[in-house]
C-alpha cells in the first residue's frame, strides 16, 4: 500500500523546525500572489518552463508536486514567493522551509531529466515595489537525492504508523453497524440517500424535520461510504456551538457501539477559544506555546493521535502536556485525522482552513452540513467587509510613527467619496480605485511594523488592520453579486463621518465551486424550503438531489393556530398588544405549561410582558435581553423546567428561535407574533432590487423566504421527541396567505382563529 503526498505537505512535516512565528506571513492576497507569480514568469526568457509537475517515489512514499519554474539554459529551478514588506526581517525557519521546498524540486527535477546538479534559485517578488530578490544556490543531485531521502525517511516513519491505522479502521468500517439497531422512521430514507448521493458523486439538499436523528442519519451513511468511495475526509460544518456538540455525541455513540474501531476525528475551535495567552502575539518571543513550537510538535502529534475523539478539552489537555499551542496543534492534526468536526467557515471562508488543505492534498472529501438554512447568511458575512471612518480618526488622533500620511491620504480619498455623497445611504457602481490603492498602502506599511514590533501592535492598529485586509481581499471578488455602499451620519461636534461597506448580496460565486470541488455535500435542515431559493443563493450543482424526509410527528401532535384578525406590522404594532397579551392569557388557562413567546424586537417584546403582567400577574414569565452571555443564556433555559408553568419572551431569529430542546412537558407551546420579515430599511430595499433583477422575485428573497423560514424554526422548538404534544399560535392575517401556508412543513394541520 503507498502513500502519496505533496511536496509542500512533505517539507511542512518535516523540514519546519524553531518557534512558531506568523510576523512575517506574508500579507499580498491569493490574487496577487497568482499575479506576482505570472510577472516574474513573465520576464524570464523563451525557453523558461512554468508549473512544472515532477514526482518521485521513495519507499511506500510518493511524492508529488509542481515547481513554479524552470530555466534550461542557466540549468535554474525556480521557488518563486511573494511577499510585503523587508525581506531581511523574515524568520529563519520560513526562509528554511523554502529551501527545503526548493531542494526537493531538484532532485525530483535531476531525476527526470538525468540532470548531475542544479541551480536553486529562491525568487522574492515586493507586490508592492515590484522588486526580485533572487538567491541561488548550485547543488548536486546526490547531496539532493540524500536531501530528499532524509526528509522522506522522517515523513514515512510516521506514514506507516497512518497507513495501518488507515487499515484497521477501513475494516472497522465495513464491519460497523448502526449504533442502535433499528433506524428510526424518516432516517433509514435520509441514509440511503446519503450513501447514494456519495457513491454517485452528487450534492444533496435534504429537508428533515428534528426528531428523526439527522446527525448519526448522515454522518453513518458517509462513514459506510469512506472505504468503498476512497473518501479522505468527512467534515461536519455546524454554525453553532451545539451543533458541533451533537455530532461529537453522535461519533462518541458509534466508538460506544464498537470500540475497537480504528476512526479519528476532531473537533476544530475559533482560534480566541483555544487561545491560552489571549492578547499575546504569535510568537516565541511573546508566547510561550510558541517558542520552540515546532521542536515539540512531532511528540505532540504523536500523543494526539492516540486519542479516537480529539475535543476541544482533549487537544488542549494534549497540548499543554507538551507546551505547544492548542489551536496551532489543532491545524496541524487536521491533516491526519478522519472526520473533522468545525463550524462553516472552516470549509467556506475565502482563506479556509479544510478546503484550502483538501485542494493541496487534492483530498477526496465528503461534506456534511447541518442547519443549512444558516448557511446563506453566514456565506454573505465571510465574503463582506466593511470599514468605519471612526475608526480612521482615532488612528489619525493617536499618530502612529510613520502612519501619519499614509493616513492622512486615505482619509482625503475618503473624504473625496463622503462629499460625493447625496443620501445618507447610497449604492456607487463601481470601486474607487485611488482609495483601495491608499487602503493598500497603509496595510503595507502597518505589515512592516508588525514585522519590527516583538511584542505586538497597539489593538487598534491591528484591528484596522485585518478589517482593512479584509476590504481590499473582498474588493477582488466585486461583480453584480455585491453592492458597494456608503452610511453617513453624524459624529461628534455635528461632522458627519461614513461607513463604506462591499455587501456580498449572493455568494454562489465564492460557495458554488466548494461544493463542486467535494465528493458530495450533503445540505440537512428542517427549513430548505423554498429549494430553488437555497440552490441559486448557494451556488448549488445543477444535478443536485433533493429529499424532503417524511416528518415522523403526526398532525394531531401539534395543533398549529392561524390568528388572522391581528396585524403585527410596525403601524399596528401598539394595537396589537393587548390582544397578543390576551391570547397568551387565554391559552395558558386552557392548558398551563410551559411556553415560549416570540417577537420581532426587544421593544416589542417588553410591551407584550408588561400588558401580560400588569393584566395577569399571576402568570409567571422571563424574559431575553440583548447581548445575553453563555451563563444567562443557560439561565433562561433552566426556567423551563419538567411541569413547568410560565411564559418565556424572546426575539425571533435569536438565540432562542433555533437549536434550543425542550422536551416533553419543558416547553408545550409557542406563540410567534410575527412574519419575522427582515426590516424593511434602504439596505434591504437595495438588495430587493439586486434580487429582482438576478432572480425576478425581489421580494420573496430578500424577505419573504428568510422571514417564514425563522417563524418554522422558532415553532419547531415544541414538538421534539414522537411522545410530545403541545401547540403553536402563528399571530398575523398573514399566516393565512396561501403562498405563506404553502412553505408550512407538510405535516402541519392548521386552523383559523
Not at 533572487?134 to 497512518?162: D, G, K, T, V
Not at 424526509?549 to 396589537?576: D, I, K, N
Not at 426575539?651 to 430542546?661: K, P, Q, R, S, Y
Not at 415553532?715 to 405563506?740: H, K, N, S, W
Amino acid at each position: 500500500m503507498s502513500y502519496r503526498v505533496a511536496v509542500r505537505a512533505l517539507c511542512e512535516f518535516s523540514a519546519k523546525v524553531g518557534d512558531l512565528d506568523l510576523r512575517f506571513t506574508p500579507s499580498p492576497t491569493a490574487q496577487e500572489g497568482i499575479s506576482g507569480h505570472q510577472r516574474v514568469v513573465a520576464r524570464r526568457g523563451p525557453g523558461f518552463e512554468a508549473e512544472i509537475s515532477l514526482e518521485g517515489q521513495f519507499g511506500a512514499l510518493q511524492v508529488r508536486g509542481r515547481a513554479d519554474g524552470y530555466d534550461p539554459q542557466l540549468n535554474r529551478l525556480e521557488e518563486i514567493k511573494t511577499y510585503r514588506g523587508d525581506l531581511a526581517r523574515q524568520p529563519d525557519n520560513h526562509r528554511q522551509l523554502h529551501w527545503a521546498q526548493a531542494r526537493v524540486y531538484g532532485w525530483l527535477l535531476c531525476q527526470q531529466r538525468q540532470l548531475s546538479e542544479i541551480n536553486l534559485a529562491l525568487v522574492y517578488l515586493d507586490v508592492d515595489s515590484d522588486s526580485q530578490t533572487l538567491i541561488e544556490q548550485r547543488c548536486s543531485a546526490l547531496e539532493l537525492e540524500q536531501y530528499f531521502n532524509s526528509q522522506c525517511a522522517i515523513f514515512l516513519h510516521w506514514a506507516e504508523q497512518q497507513l495501518q491505522r488507515v487499515a484497521l479502521r477501513d475494516a472497522g468500517l465495513q464491519a460497523l453497524g448502526f449504533p442502535y439497531g433499528q433506524m428510526r422512521r424518516g432516517q433509514r430514507d435520509l441514509a440511503e440517500t446519503v450513501y447514494k448521493a456519495v457513491s454517485t458523486g452528487r450534492c444533496l439538499m435534504t429537508q428533515a424535520t428534528t426528531g428523526i436523528g439527522k446527525t448519526l442519519g448522515t454522518l453513518f451513511p458517509l462513514l459506510k461510504a469512506m472505504v468503498p468511495q476512497q473518501l479522505d475526509k468527512i467534515f461536519f460544518l455546524t454554525a453553532k456551538t451545539p451543533g458541533r456538540a451533537l455530532a461529537l455525541e453522535a461519533l462518541h455513540q458509534l466508538h460506544d457501539s464498537a470500540p475497537e474501531l480504528a476512526l479519528r476525528s476532531l473537533e476544530l475551535v475559533a482560534r480566541d477559544k483555544a487561545c491560552e495567552y489571549p492578547g499575546t502575539a504569535c510568537h516565541g518571543e511573546a508566547c510561550p506555546l510558541a517558542k520552540g513550537f515546532y521542536d515539540r510538535l512531532p511528540a505532540a502529534r504523536q500523543a494526539a493521535q492516540a486519542l479516537t475523539i480529539l475535543d476541544k478539552a482533549a487537544l488542549r489537555e494534549v497540548a499543554l502536556a507538551h507546551q505547544v499551542c492548542p489551536y496551532y496543534l489543532g491545524q496541524e492534526m487536521a491533516r491526519w485525522v478522519d472526520v473533522l468536526v468545525a463550524d462553516y467557515n472552516y470549509y467556506f471562508d475565502q482563506s479556509a482552513l479544510l478546503y484550502g488543505l483538501a485542494q493541496v492534498n487534492q483530498w477526496r472529501v465528503a461534506v456534511l452540513v447541518d442547519e443549512a438554512h444558516n448557511l446563506v447568511e453566514r456565506a454573505r458575512q465571510m465574503y463582506s467587509a466593511s470599514l468605519d471612518q471612526w475608526q480612521l480618526q482615532a488612528l489619525r488622533r493617536s499618530k502612529p510613527a510613520g502612519m501619519g500620511s499614509a493616513l492622512d491620504r486615505l482619509n482625503r480619498h475618503w473624504n473625496a467619496l463622503h462629499k460625493a455623497q447625496v443620501a445618507p445611504y447610497q449604492v456607487i457602481e463601481a470601486l474607487p480605485e485611488a482609495f483601495l490603492k491608499a487602503l493598500q498602502q497603509c496595510i503595507g506599511l502597518i505589515q512592516e511594523q508588525l514585522n519590527q514590533q516583538p511584542t505586538g501592535l497597539d489593538p487598534a492598529l491591528l484591528q484596522f488592520f485585518f478589517d482593512a485586509l479584509q476590504f481590499i481581499r473582498v474588493s477582488e471578488l466585486f461583480d453584480a453579486h455585491y453592492l458597494f455602499d456608503i452610511s453617513k451620519r453624524e459624529g461628534p461636534g455635528k461632522r458627519s463621518l461614513s461607513t463604506l461597506c462591499l455587501r456580498n448580496v449572493v455568494p454562489a460565486a465564492q460557495i458554488g465551486p466548494r461544493m463542486a470541488s467535494a465528493r458530495s455535500v450533503t445540505l440537512f435542515s428542517a427549513t430548505l424550503s423554498p429549494r430553488h431559493y437555497y440552490a441559486d443563493l448557494l451556488g448549488m450543482p445543477a444535478n443536485t438531489a433533493w429529499l424532503e424526509v417524511a416528518s415522523p410527528f403526526a398532525a394531531e401532535q401539534l395543533r398549529v393556530q392561524v390568528v388572522s384578525h391581528v396585524s403585527t406590522r410596525y403601524q399596528h404594532r401598539a394595537a396589537s398588544v393587548a390582544p397578543i397579551s390576551e391570547l397568551i392569557a387565554a391559552q395558558f388557562a386552557e392548558a398551563p405549561g410551559n411556553y415560549l413567546a416570540f417577537f420581532s424586537s426587544f421593544e416589542y417584546l417588553q410591551q407584550v410582558a408588561a400588558m401580560l403582567a400588569a393584566s395577569h400577574p399571576h402568570i409567571v414569565q422571563w424574559c431575553q435581553a440583548p447581548g445575553m452571555d453563555e451563563a444567562r443564556r443557560q439561565a433562561f433555559l433552566q426556567r423551563f423546567e419538567p411541569q413547568g408553568r410560565g411564559v418565556g419572551f424572546a426575539v425571533l431569529g435569536g438565540a432562542f428561535a433555533e437549536g434550543v430542546d425542550l422536551p416533553g412537558t419543558r416547553l408545550i407551546g409557542a406563540f410567534v407574533a410575527t412574519l419575522g420579515l427582515p426590516q424593511v430599511n434602504p439596505v434591504n430595499e437595495q438588495i430587493k432590487q439586486r434580487m429582482a433583477q438576478l432572480f425576478g422575485a425581489g421580494f420573496d428573497y430578500t424577505y419573504l423566504y428568510p422571514g417564514v423560514q425563522k417563524v418554522i424554526q422558532a415553532a419547531g422548538r415544541v414538538i421534539r421527541g414522537t411522545e410530545d404534544r403541545g401547540m403553536v399560535m402563528l399571530i398575523d392575517d398573514r399566516f393565512a396567505e396561501p403562498r405563506v401556508q404553502g412553505m408550512f412543513p407538510a405535516w402541519w394541520a392548521s386552523q383559523q382563529k
